[in-house]
């Protein structure tokens, strides 16, 4: 199998998983979120960036993220640890 290959698209996935992580922060330093509240016992949280960046602002978005660039870590060292273990049996 080509372990170079899947060393390669493990760096682009964990890079796409890093850029939209630094997205994700930027966004929520740069556009405050306000507290919205009914009676002090139900409070909404909304952010005040423009429409396609204010869904970025949940939390799935950012455990989306994190997987993302967790997987695109263990295609890294997957294929690093199957290349380095075909070489040494291959001696």
Do not use: H, Q
């Amino acid at each position: 199998m080509n372990y170079e290959f899947v060393i390669k698209i493990g760096a682009i996935i964990a890079s796409i998983g890093t850029i939209l992580l630094v997205i994700f922060a930027t966004v929520l330093l740069v556009f405050p979120i306000t507290k919205s509240c009914d009676n002090e016992s139900k409070c909404i949280y909304i952010s005040n960036a423009p429409y396609p960046l204010n869904l970025m602002i949940v939390p799935i978005v950012l455990v989306i993220i994190l997987l993302i660039t967790a997987g695109g870590i263990a295609m890294i060292r997957l294929g690093k640890w199957s290349l380095n273990r075909e070489k040494l049996y291959d001696k």
